[in-house]
């Protein structure tokens, strides 16, 4: 056992705490209304990024999402310069999704988006050793919880890991 000051409703409670803090710490600056949440259309370019040239039904089926919720956040990625989009040659119904090639401003300044203002109200601190510890530690699970493990998870505990 290599876990033992945390059980799986703190770990489950951490994530969505860390999903908030994210939130907090996008820019939205001059981002319309939409009807798909931020944290769906993560879900889904989260999905793209580890599964590049997936049709819209099998980002549904990965992430648990119906596909018209699929398709509403492909719209929002590709809108936002996010990902390319092309009909597949075999079957010219199924729209098949990928990274974009280039980084749109949009993609670009949100990747570039410092987290340490959204960590300080989080923790309650100004203190920047304080959150450089925090940064170190997420910089650490960033590097070993990528989005492919939870195919792993999902094939191992049947559970869809993005599903509602």
Sequence with gaps: MYCRGVNGIELFLLGRT????????????????????????????SDIRAYPGSSVGEIAARTGFPQSKVSACVA????????????DPGDRRRLLVRPAAQVSTRV???RAAPIDA?????????D????????AALETLARHL??????RLQATSGISPDAD
Excluded: W
Aim: charged share 20%; proline share 3%.
């Design 18 to 45: 860390l999903m908030k803090i994210g939130e907090v710490a996008i820019p939205t600056d001059g981002v319309g209304a939409y009807a798909t949440s931020h944290r769906s259309v993560l879900i889904v370019a």
């Design 76 to 87: 929002r990625l590709r809108e936002a310069g996010a990902i390319d989009t092309a009909a």
């Design 108 to 110: 670009a300044e949100v």
């Design 118 to 126: 959204a960590l300080a109200t989080a923790i309650g601190a100004d």
């Design 128 to 135: 920047r050793q304080r959150i450089a510890e925090v940064v």
């Design 146 to 151: 990528t989005p492919q493990v939870l195919t």
